[in-house]
């Protein structure tokens, strides 16, 4: 079985190796970015923090990263293709998420994807990265984990 996508949080996405084995096999990956790191646009080497913290007015597109507890989760997202060496046919981009609510709120991705991958398709890869957090959290505290009461096989 093959997986279409692999998404993660931060810790993935500053993981160059993983980045770079994942593209060697030209699997699609949506990872979330620290403002630690740092991405090649425009032959120049930036900052994600000082993208994160431009937030121009327009380019934003509002898209639905999937359905949650009260409806879609509505958020302005915008991409910017990468400069970082590429596969033929295949593409990096930094996806941006802002918060509608409160505009200075920005998230980052690295994206690695087919060239046609369209906006939406990443932005909906990035979302089910919540539906498994959700889930994950759903099972800690139905299991126990929340409370550390499975460290032993007692607990068990």
């Not at 993983?18 to 790191?37: F, I, N, P, Q, T």
């Not at 970082?84 to 295949?90: I, K, L, M, S, V």
């Not at 991705?109 to 990035?126: D, G, I, K, M, S």
């Amino acid at each position: 079985m093959t997986l279409a996508w692999l998404t993660g949080d931060s810790v993935y996405g500053a993981d160059r190796a993983l980045r770079l084995w994942l593209a060697e096999r030209k699997h699609a990956d949506v990872l979330a970015v620290s403002g630690k790191e740092s991405v090649w646009l425009n032959h120049e080497q930036r900052p994600i923090t000082t993208l994160l913290a431009e937030r121009p007015a327009q380019g934003w597109e509002r898209l639905s990263a999937g359905d949650g507890s009260k409806g879609p989760r509505l958020y302005d997202w915008r991409h910017r293709e990468l400069s970082a060496p590429a596969r033929q046919g295949w593409k990096r981009f930094l996806l941006l998420r802002r918060s509608s609510s409160d505009p200075s709120e920005v998230t980052g991705y690295r994206v690695f994807a087919r060239a046609q991958t369209t906006l939406r398709e990443r932005v909906r890869v990035a979302g089910t990265r919540w539906t498994v957090e959700e889930r994950i959290q759903c099972a800690k505290g139905e299991g126990g984990l929340d409370h550390y009461e499975v460290r032993s096989w007692t607990g068990w």
